[in-house]
Nanobody, 117 residues
Framework: QVQLVESGGGSVQAGGSLRLSCAAS????????MGWYRQVPGKQIDLVSL???????DYAESVKGRFTVSRDNAKNTVYLQMNSLQPEDTAVYYC???????????WGQGTQVTVSS
């Protein structure tokens, strides 16, 4: 019903930057919340950042001041600008959308981010 396609992952050195993008398609309804989670192998999946269609944002404490989430409501696209990347940011990043009224959640395929020292 809803598909999320991610792009922008890759490998960078510590201190570098990456910008992730995720485009949603299908039966997108409002209100909704989009954002990003990440998972390290053998670890639990953790929230990175969320942004509502009204613009309110939320960030994990570990990324505050370094990551910025934004969205283009007309394109149903969410972005994650990641600056000052550190090796501990290495993970698979998953795009996410919650359709609030439909009580439905969808996940992207994941994109690998690797930060080397």
């Amino acid at each position: 019903q809803v598909q999320l396609v991610e792009s922008g992952g890759g490998s960078v050195q510590a201190g570098g930057s990456l910008r992730l993008s995720c485009a949603a398609s299908g039966s997108i309804t409002s209100p909704n919340v989009m954002g990003w989670y990440r998972q390290v192998p053998g670890k639990q999946i953790d929230l990175v950042s969320l942004i509502a269609d009204g613009g309110a944002t939320d960030y994990a404490e570990s990324v505050k001041g370094r990551f910025t989430v934004s969205r283009d409501n007309a394109k149903n696209t969410v972005y994650l600008q990641m600056n000052s990347l550190q090796p501990e940011d290495t993970a698979v990043y998953y795009c996410y959308i919650k359709l609030v009224l439909g009580l439905r959640n969808y996940w992207g395929q994941g994109t690998q981010v690797t930060v080397s020292s």
